[in-house]
């Protein structure tokens, strides 16, 4: 058995998501860009003012206001 670092792959795998500790309380829309036909998540950004993201193609930036008290939907087409 000449390969005993292959074990070490598997401690590695523990913890996939170490930094994701970070968004605690944040809030997320589903967001159709219209722009690329794609869809993706918008996560609300540390003030919890607005929701903050971009197109995962072309990473075009999107911005939605919160607490302007318009809608509860939780889905939004961006164009
Ligand atoms: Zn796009």
């Not at 794609?38 to 609300?44: C, L, N, T």
């Not at 540390?46 to 993201?53: L, P």
């Amino acid at each position: 058995m000449p390969q005993k670092g292959q074990q070490l792959d598997l401690t590695s795998d523990a913890k996939p998501q170490a930094a994701d500790s970070s968004r605690v309380g944040s809030r997320f829309l589903g967001i159709h860009f219209v722009c690329c036909d794609v869809y993706s998540r918008v996560y609300a950004n540390r003030e919890q003012t607005a929701y903050v993201g971009h197109c995962p193609r072309c990473a075009k930036r999107i911005q939605l206001q919160i607490g302007s008290g318009g809608t509860d939907s939780r889905f939004f087409e961006v164009q």
